[in-house]
């Protein structure tokens, strides 16, 4: 299916479109199957895979997304393949102009193993980590009361509690740190457990959304928020740290360490004072159900430099700039309780070193104005910015603001004596036909220019039309005679020196008339020749007689 975006196209613009579309597979489990197209269109069209769900992972040891320069071919390539990789596949190839989608199904042959023999290759791999998932995906024991069974948990249940709440794109990080080397097996487990763990949760909600992980403020406090829909609004809510259930209250006072807040189908859990002891696996309960898990980790630095005080001028930048004692790329800055994002309007930057980091506020307006923020871990610190009028009525800044000093210049000097460009050529006119000389002429001071003839200055000569435009000295004669043949001359002077140039104009009035009368008397002796000879040859008379 291609789809186009606009009703007409610019020329030599076109849509995607697939020159080779992917073909359907059926395959025997842990084979490598290959899809392959191949798309054209302009712009070139981007290329994106996903299943009919709409997700996919793209792992090695699940699926690889390539493009092969010399063939031009865009494959997705699942190097084992799983039952659970079967399903429909789409391809979309996209520019500004259009989209194509192409979908292909792929299918798996299972073959038969025992769960255990299934377990015990694992082991053999030294993937125990992941054969822990058959004792975790058991159901969480509850209590009368609605809360679950309060133990320490262990290093094992905690990196699968994260899973569970973590995004795609965080599984392979979070693999990488927690010695997870089995991807597909952990893929296959998760699963298994995601969907044990939704039916647990439907018990007691309806719909669970917008899940944040836990996020530091400026002020000294962590917030953990997710949108509930609860079937039964009396239903308790529980809040643990790495297994052991953490008190709370329902309101926000002074000297209370961990609280609730609830606005309609809201909920915020707020821990303040943050520490070192903050740190560690955060998950919210519902009728002893876990619902959201979140790790919070906290950070080895403080702040060697804090931010100051900052004082600027209307439409002038503000600079906040601090130091930390140890390299860190996940410092926050917030605006007025606001967190800031690196746009236009704030410049977030940090050295090479991970060391300084500094926020730039662009054009200050009286708005901008406030308490500004540097989080780093559970160090933060805070300070003024203070927006002065601008005493400019006009709106501009102060002269003081704009002062540049440029190196002295040189005097530049263009004058020159005179030179001609265009010399004058050698003109020869007939006789009462008009002649037209010029030239061209550069000099500063602007030359005088004399013209002459055999010596004889003829500016003053009103049979001569002399005219001199932007240095387009021309001389023009209307008819001319036997007596204009001659050399002619042009003189340019300035007070930095003088320069001429010459040229002879020939009249063929009269040399022409000359050569005429004696090309028609050669031209009547040559007929003359020729009668003679054909009288001679046709009719064999006497030569006395013909002549």
């Not at 002020?219 to 039964?232: G, N, P, V």
């Not at 898990?293 to 600079?319: G, L, Y």
């Not at 020159?416 to 036909?433: D, E, R, S």
Request: charged fraction near 25%; include cysteine.
């Amino acid at each position: 299916m291609i789809t186009q975006f606009t009703e007409e196209l610019p020329e030599g613009m076109s849509t995607p479109d697939f020159t080779r579309k992917p073909i359907a597979l059926t395959i025997q489990e842990g084979k490598t199957a290959i899809f392959k197209a191949i798309v054209v269109g302009n712009p070139t069209p981007a290329v994106t895979w996903s299943r009919a769900n709409g997700e996919i992972v793209f792992h090695p040891d699940v699926c690889i997304q390539k493009y092969d320069e010399s063939s031009h071919e865009h494959t997705l390539e699942f190097p084992k393949v799983a039952p659970e990789d079967a399903d429909t596949y789409k391809c979309f190839a996209s520019n500004e102009h259009g989209r194509a989608i192409c979908t292909v199904v792929l299918n798996v042959i299972e073959v038969g193993f025992s769960k255990q023999k299934e377990l015990q290759n694992l082991k053999v791999q030294g993937e125990a980590k992941v054969c822990f998932l058959e004792v975790y995906c058991i159901s969480l024991c509850r209590n009368p009361d609605g809360t679950r069974e309060e133990k320490p948990m262990d290093p094992e249940e905690k990196v699968w509690e994260i899973l569970l709440s973590a995004e795609k794109k965080d599984y392979e990080a979070i693999c990488v740190e927690h010695g997870i080397t089995n991807f597909r097996g952990m893929l296959k487990k998760l699963t298994e457990m995601k969907k044990a763990r939704e039916e647990e949760i439907a018990e007691f909600v309806t719909q669970i959304s917008t899940l944040k992980p836990i996020q530091v403020k400026d002020d000294d406090c962590a917030t953990i928020e997710l949108d509930m829909d609860l079937k039964d609004p009396t239903s308790k809510l529980f809040l643990y740290k790495d297994g052991v259930m953490i008190p709370f209250t329902k309101e926000d006072s002074e000297g209370i360490k961990h609280s609730l807040k609830q606005v309609g189908k809201k909920y915020v859990f707020t821990i303040k004072g943050l520490g070192k002891e903050d740190a560690g696996l955060y998950s919210v309960d519902v009728e002893g159900v876990n619902v959201f898990s979140t790790n919070f980790k906290v950070p080895e630095v403080e702040f060697a430099v804090k931010i100051q005080e900052v004082k600027a001028v209307e439409r002038e930048d503000a600079m906040f700039q601090c130091v930390l004692t140890a390299p860190f790329d996940g410092l926050n800055w917030f605006g007025k309780k606001a967190p800031l994002t690196h746009g236009e309007k704030f410049e977030i930057s940090m050295s090479e070193d991970k060391l300084i980091h500094k926020l730039i506020i662009r054009d200050c307006s009286p708005l901008d104005a406030g308490i500004y923020a540097a989080v780093a871990g559970v160090k933060s610190c805070n300070a003024w910015l203070i927006v002065e009028a601008d005493k400019d009525p006009k709106g501009k800044k102060g002269e003081q603001k704009f002062i540049i000093n440029l190196p002295d210049s040189k005097p530049c000097d263009l004058q020159c004596a005179p030179k001609f460009i265009m010399p004058l050529k050698m003109h020869a006119a007939p006789q009462g036909y008009e002649c037209y000389m010029t030239c061209a002429i550069k000099g500063d001071p602007t030359p005088h220019v004399t013209w002459y003839r055999n010596n004889i200055s003829l500016n003053t000569n009103t049979n001569y039309l002399i005219s001199n435009t932007c240095g387009v000295c021309s001389l023009l004669i209307l008819r001319v005679g036997p007596k204009d043949s001659g050399e002619y001359k042009i003189v340019a002077e300035n007070p930095l020196g003088r320069a001429d140039c010459t040229t002879k104009l020939t009249v063929r009035g009269e040399y022409h008339s000359k050569m005429s009368t004696r090309h028609s008397g050669t031209f009547g002796i040559l007929i003359l020749a020729v009668l003679f000879i054909y009288r001679v040859k046709s009719d064999r008379t006497p030569l006395s007689k013909t002549v």
